[in-house]
């Protein structure tokens, strides 16, 4: 390693444990010793401290028993004529800077000047990343959809060079954390300043002006290995492999460096993640800690990224389509405002659809786009609003009439991932948008056709031999193919009810989640959709059909052992060869014994309350506390990392209103509590469920947090509005 570098490292180290045993005895003297504090929404106190030493700090006190960890890291520095290895004193460093910037942000979030708000602007910084957006980010992060992630520090020379990093970050998919400053400028004041939309929407998450607040960037990091790897507090050796291994990171460091950036680099460099900066640094080539380079340099910001991509080791395969904006998943979150909206369709304020419909090979030409309507053209560019009837005509040898349903829902991802096109909706509800902005980059409306051409043929190259694209603009065309496309969806509707688990001899497996939670095995079936909530079983088949090498795979069911309990030898035999021998069986429908593993991506989480006799269901996003005495952040770490977890599980939400839904337990007569928008949001299919059940009154009967966030309470609750679950066998 370079002396100058661990110098640097060492005196940044030494600057940041000084700084934060000021702040804690401030905070001591002012606030007590026993002053409570958490960052928000997690239920790994100060992750980086919790997850390296296994010591949960839960008050000041705490932060300074975890400041003497910091303080026992320090070196001096190198002598000047003494040769001596520094490498592993400047990585002690660079953990003891992590150490201490984690409690300054923790300090700093205790007297409110966190999140930081930029007092020229009102600009509030994001701060600490929750456990919730960790969770919502977790099926991109294994799927690959989000290969990786970016902590920019510094400025770029320019504005617009600033723009064009972060444009060809999102365009290869690669989530972008902003902090820091150089000769007081930074990233996220330049894209302010080109008008650049930041956020999680975007992918664009500035996270606070100084260096130290990279360190939000790495929590978020090390979570990883406690939330979906299952790895303890306190073995290090297992997390920083980990991350590693599985967390795809790396730091763009742009501009001059100082101590506190090397010191925080070094950090990073522990965990395995290098730097590639544009100026005339030494380089640090590799030594094992990271995959490749430690320290590189590209002083072409042209180039920078594709450097930082190979010292890192990403895979990196993006296809566009042939449109004149920039195309991605980091577009997808983008927002369109009326001000911002050159032309508009559907949203009930025209008539529109979207249809997938098989076709036979030689009905129909591929590639092709068919644009349908009186002066289309000219009507379009006045802008407005306009009819949209969108018709997607596939054909393939290995093509299937279930199918249409899988393709179609992508559509709503094919036209949001262009930058500057806006989709909500499905089917006759659709709503689209085109910014003022695309328009002038030049998007027409033979653009969405070509869009939905290549992108169906690139999701699902390997059942679609063919497609075509039929665009409507007349409203009388769009009324009139509407019918038919309503009476396709309402056959589609009813072939599909049909499915349940009793009618197929194949489930499907999803091992996406593999990849950060390593015995982790979803099990799929035509009645419970993957925990995540993104893949049902149509999606399995289909996706084996694409890639039948690839992360779903066909589960013979074999023969039944239990059928309460939903045992079937053949799942038994798969899981024990998909998990390493790690989960020998599992039961389908009940909790209580071997449940399916979770990984941690769960929208919900199922939990048994003994004394209520039933279990309660709280949602990913839901904050407050639970009548078992968790709230959802803790609960969730009791229950992912690729464990089987008696009486406790975790669901994707349409499950909770399958017919399978704890069937061997009782099924949803057993709940007794759910958040209250959770009540809301599954409201319409669960009375229908209930009044199936013989308890049409049950949702009201259901607590949630306006009634009771404690037991005892809940159990009065429950014995005053006669709860079915009282009177039903114990499940204990």
């Known amino acids: 390693m370079s002396k100058l570098i661990a110098s640097a490292a060492i005196r940044g180290a030494h600057k940041l444990v000084a700084q934060a045993e000021e702040m804690v005895e401030k905070a001591i003297a002012e606030k007590g010793k026993d002053f409570a504090f958490e960052f928000p929404d997690t239920a790994y106190y100060l992750p980086m401290i919790y997850a390296m030493t296994g010591f949960p700090v839960k008050t000041v006190g705490d932060m300074k028993v975890a400041l003497g960890f910091a303080k026992e890291l320090l070196h001096d520095e190198p002598e000047e004529n003494i040769w001596k290895p520094y490498l592993g004193e400047a990585l002690d460093s660079g953990m003891a800077t992590l150490f201490a910037e984690e409690i300054i942000l923790a300090i700093k979030y205790i007297y409110g000047l966190e999140p930081y708000k930029d007092p020229e602007t009102g600009y509030v910084y994001n701060g600490f990343i929750t456990d919730t957006i960790q969770r919502n980010l977790g099926i991109q992060l294994v799927d690959g959809t989000m290969p990786g992630f970016a902590a920019i520090i510094g400025a770029a020379p320019t504005d617009d060079i600033a723009v064009n990093i972060c444009r060809e970050l999102q365009e290869k998919n690669i989530l972008i954390f902003l902090s820091g400053q150089s000769n007081g400028d930074s990233v996220t004041k330049q894209l302010q300043r ?38 303890k507090p306190g073995d290090f050796k297992s997390h920083l492999k980990y991350q590693k291994d599985r967390v795809f990171a790396f730091a763009l460091a742009l501009g001059p460096l100082d101590d506190i950036k090397w010191s925080t680099g070094a950090g990073a460099i522990n965990m395995g993640f290098p730097a590639v900066c544009d100026t005339d640094v030494p380089v640090i080539h590799p030594t094992g800690v990271c995959t490749y380079e430690e320290v590189d340099k590209e002083l072409d910001h042209s180039k920078i990224v594709q450097k930082a991509i190979e010292v890192r080791g990403l895979k990196i395969i993006v296809e566009k389509p042939p449109i ?55 009507r379009y560019e006045k802008g407005g609003q306009m009819p ?26 094919n036209i949001n991932e262009a930058q500057g096109l806006w989709h909500m909706g499905q089917r006759d509800i659709n709503w689209i948008r085109i910014s003022n902005a695309a328009q002038k980059d030049g998007i027409t409306l033979e653009h969405i056709g070509v869009i939905l051409n290549t992108m169906t043929h690139n999701r699902f190259k390997s059942i679609v031999d063919k497609v075509q694209v039929t665009i409507y603009t007349d409203e009388q065309d769009v009324i009139r193919i509407r019918e038919e496309a309503r009476a396709a969806y309402k056959e ?24 950060f939670a390593p015995a982790h095995v979803c099990i799929i079936t035509p009645e419970r959709l ?41 799942v038994d035999e798969y899981l024990k060869k998909a998990s390493g021998g790690a989960v020998e069986t599992l039961n389908l429908y009940t909790i209580m014994e071997n449940p399916m593993t979770s990984c941690g991506c769960f929208e919900c989480i199922v939990a048994i309350i003994p004394e209520a006799n039933g279990v309660m269901i709280v949602n990913r996003g839901a904050t407050m506390m639970t009548p078992i005495g968790m709230k959802f952040s803790t609960l969730a770490g009791t229950v992912g990392g690729g464990a089987q977890t008696p009486g406790f599980m975790g669901i994707g939400v349409n499950f909770i209103t399958s017919k399978k839904f704890l069937s061997g337990d009782g099924g949803i007569k057993r709940i007794v509590w759910m958040p209250k928008g959770l009540k809301e949001r599954i409201a319409e299919e669960f009375k229908k469920r209930a009044e199936e059940a013989g308890v049409p009154d049950l949702l009201d009967k259901i607590a949630d947090e306006t009634i009771c966030e404690d037991s005892e309470k809940l159990l009065e609750y429950l014995t005053s509005v006669g709860h079915p679950a009282l009177e039903m066998e114990p499940m204990i």
């Open 388 to 413: 949209l009837g969108i018709l997607i005509e596939v054909a393939g040898r290995r093509m299937q009439k279930d199918f249409e349903s899988v393709i179609e829902r992508k559509i709503h991802h």
């Open 194 to 231: 080109k008008g650049i939309e930041l956020g999680w929407d975007t992918r664009i998450v500035p996270l606070g002006p100084d260096t130290e607040h990279t360190l939000y960037a790495l929590d978020w990091a090390i979570r990883a290995s406690l939330i979906f790897g299952g790895k």
């Open 492 to 515: 589609r509707d009813q072939r599909l009810g049909s499915l349940t688990d009793d009618a197929v001899d194949i489930f499907y497996s999803c091992l996406l989640c593999q990849s």
């Open 324 to 378: 004149p904006v920039a195309y991605g998943p980091a577009f997808e979150g983008e927002r369109i405002r009326k001000e911002d909206m050159f032309i508009e369709f559907g949203g009930q304020r025209t008539p529109a659809f979207e249809w997938v419909r098989m076709r036979e090979l030689e009905e129909i030409e591929d590639n092709k786009v068919i644009i349908v309507g009186d002066n289309w053209q000219e």
């Open 530 to 570: 993957g925990l995540c909530g993104a893949y049902n079983w149509l999606d399995g088949k289909a996706a084996y059909e694409i890639d039948p090498t690839g992360g779903n795979q066909p589960v013979p069911k074999g023969e039944i052992v239990d059928a309460r309990y939903g045992r079937y030898t053949g």
